[in-house]
């Protein structure tokens, strides 16, 4: 992080501003250090601040002991003794260890062997937020991506000349997101939890595209979202669409019950069927284009993703069979959630691919 970023946080417990401990800078980045206040603090990991609490707080203490090996010397006395404590109550660290190893060899196969950029990751984020914010509507606001994965949103809606864009997610992702976008002077990305967030009256625009749908209490979670925007500040999500998504429902997900239990190398390698077969199907409709049946092109399954590269289908074929938990939502519904975050100027639209995008004013 970037230290004219640290004014835009605040405590998730307390809502008080944070204090700031650097121990190692590079680059115009604090790489390492603390985040303060006079009741809490929490650590900055390769340059990512990691705002967690309870036995999240815990989890990043026992998995980042790397950290506390490098900086245990220069940590205030309490903080030493509660890093110390949550490492010691790791009941068999020899295994803990091989386990977390494991986990960040299967994170790293995933990011670096699935997920790449591509030429269409610009229109694919102001597809999701349309038709109700464009890209001039980004130009000088503080938005907010809330589950930002990689980081690819968070980057354009950063390079649309906002005044600061930051990208929360709770897992490793965010060091992903960091590499990502570091170069960007007005991006944040931070380690947060979507149902206590770092944030109070901040953000102009706050959204969240394709996350909500996977928590275990969705509503909850989006319940917690608005205290992040300031007086005015516009909330907008895209989540599934329950009506006229029979694909999903009836095979996608019973496939994905079956499935999302393999070893994630064995199951990307299964992603190529899927995504071949869209690729083939998007290779058919821009021969009906060239034949004269644009209309017909547009009617086949899978269109939207008619000038994404193959990579791009194959990342999405995985997202869809690898995550342990879907849900899907009629408009109905969504606009009921707004209604009950008492958020104002309620309006949605439901794309053709089976997905809706609801906005609203705080």
Request: hydrophobic share 40%.
């Amino acid at each position: 992080m970037r230290r004219n970023h640290l004014s835009y946080l605040s405590d998730p417990v307390s809502n008080n501003p944070f204090d700031i401990t650097v121990f190692e800078e590079a680059e115009s980045h604090v790489i390492s250090g603390l985040v303060t206040t006079v009741d809490s603090w929490y650590p900055i990991i390769n340059g990512i601040p990691r705002i967690l609490i309870d036995e999240l707080k815990t989890n990043i203490l026992q998995t980042h002991q790397d950290f506390f090996k490098t900086w245990k010397e220069k940590l205030p006395e309490n903080i030493h003794a509660e890093w110390q404590k949550a490492i010691d109550n790791i009941p068999d660290l020899d295994v803990f260890v091989k386990h977390q190893k494991k986990t960040a060899e299967s994170f790293a196969y995933e990011w670096k062997y699935i997920y790449k950029e591509n030429n269409y990751e610009k229109s694919n984020f102001f597809h999701f937020l349309s038709p109700f914010l464009k890209e001039e509507d980004l130009r000088g606001k503080k938005t907010l991506d809330i589950g930002c994965g990689s980081g690819r949103f968070t980057k354009w809606a950063g390079l649309s000349e906002t005044e600061v864009s930051f990208g929360t997610d709770l897992g490793e992702t965010v060091g992903v997101a960091y590499e990502m976008t570091k170069d960007i002077p007005n991006i944040c990305v931070v380690q947060a939890d979507i149902y206590h967030m770092p944030f109070t009256d901040t953000f102009d625009i706050a959204y969240s595209i394709g996350v909500l749908h996977h928590l275990p209490k969705p509503q909850d979670g989006f319940s917690r979202l608005p205290k992040t925007l300031r007086a005015g500040g516009k909330m907008l999500i895209w989540v599934y669409n329950r009506r006229n998504n029979a694909r999903a429902l009836y095979f996608y997900e019973p496939l994905r019950d079956f499935l999302k239990k393999l070893p994630k190398p064995i199951l990307f390698k299964l992603c190529y069927i899927p995504g071949f077969i869209v690729h083939l199907i998007n290779l058919f409709g821009k021969l009906l284009k060239m034949m004269g049946f644009k209309s017909l092109a547009t009617k086949l399954p899978f269109a939207y993703y008619a000038n994404f590269s193959f990579n791009m289908k194959l990342n999405d074929a995985f997202d869809v069979l690898a995550t342990p938990k879907s849900n899907y939502y009629y408009v109905e519904e969504i606009r009921k959630w707004f209604t009950d975050a008492s958020l104002k100027n309620i309006d949605a639209y439901e794309h053709p691919e089976a997905g809706i995008t609801c906005i609203g004013t705080e």
